[in-house]
């Protein structure tokens, strides 16, 4: 997976008042921390963050953070753990980076892509991706930004899992290997306009039979008084 660098500032001020000023000037709050560092708040220069995010499909980004401070650069190899979106203009409103180590193990969710027609929807099946994301554990360099299964092969009825899934060097997964992934389902018969007509023609000739029905046993009864 590429790695990216971005450079920072640290920052002093904190509270809605400073972060608004900060969006003004086309800036957002960030906080920098891990486990065997202090909390860091800081400033992003906004178009920075977005060409990164516009560069990468990966949910899970690996970066080089280049903290500028009074005290001089420091370089940190962090992840964008949390990235907060104004949900009505789709701006970026904060941003969490984690502080990783090259030699340490992390957990990510890794999407999973489903590639090429199954042979059971060409026959009128219904593919279903059941699971789009798996747990998988492995050193940040050998992350990667998503898993393709090939379903080609899937007949109706046929399923793959978890199990099936050929991880790459360096992954694992704690996972259920039993999990379904993908499943080709059987076509929901509809029934044709014919057979619709049909089925109304039915039950219009039961509906009179009952009526005539009815009105002989009224007519036995009248007769009997």
Request: net charge negative; glycine share 6%.
């Amino acid at each position: 997976m590429a790695q990216y660098t971005l450079r920072v500032s640290v920052r002093d001020n904190k509270g809605k008042e400073a972060a608004k000023k900060l969006r003004r000037n086309n800036q957002i709050p960030a906080i920098f921390y891990g486990p065997d560092t202090d909390p860091l708040m800081l400033v992003v220069d906004y178009p920075d963050l977005d060409g990164i995010i516009k560069q990468t499909a990966a949910e899970n980004i690996i970066l080089g953070l280049q903290i500028e401070s009074e005290k001089g650069s420091d370089s940190k190899t962090v992840m964008l753990k949390e990235l907060q979106v104004d949900p009505l203009k789709n701006t970026y409103l904060h941003a969490d980076f984690y502080e990783v180590s090259m030699e340490r193990e992390i957990t990510v969710g890794i999407p999973i892509h489903l590639l090429n027609t199954p042979e059971g929807v060409v026959e009128g099946g219904i593919l279903q991706h059941v699971r789009r994301e798996i747990t998988i554990t492995c050193l940040p360099d050998q992350m990667v930004e998503h898993l393709d299964v090939d379903v080609s092969g899937l007949a109706i009825g046929d399923s793959i899992h978890i199990r099936d899934i050929d991880l790459p060097e360096g992954l694992t997964t704690n996972q259920d290997e039993n999990l379904t992934v993908a499943v080709v389902a059987a076509p929901t018969v509809i029934p044709e306009a014919e057979e619709i007509e049909e089925i109304e023609e039915i039950e219009g000739e039961e509906g009179e039979e009952e009526k005539e029905t009815e009105g002989e046993e009224t007519d036995s009864e009248d007769r009997s008084e």
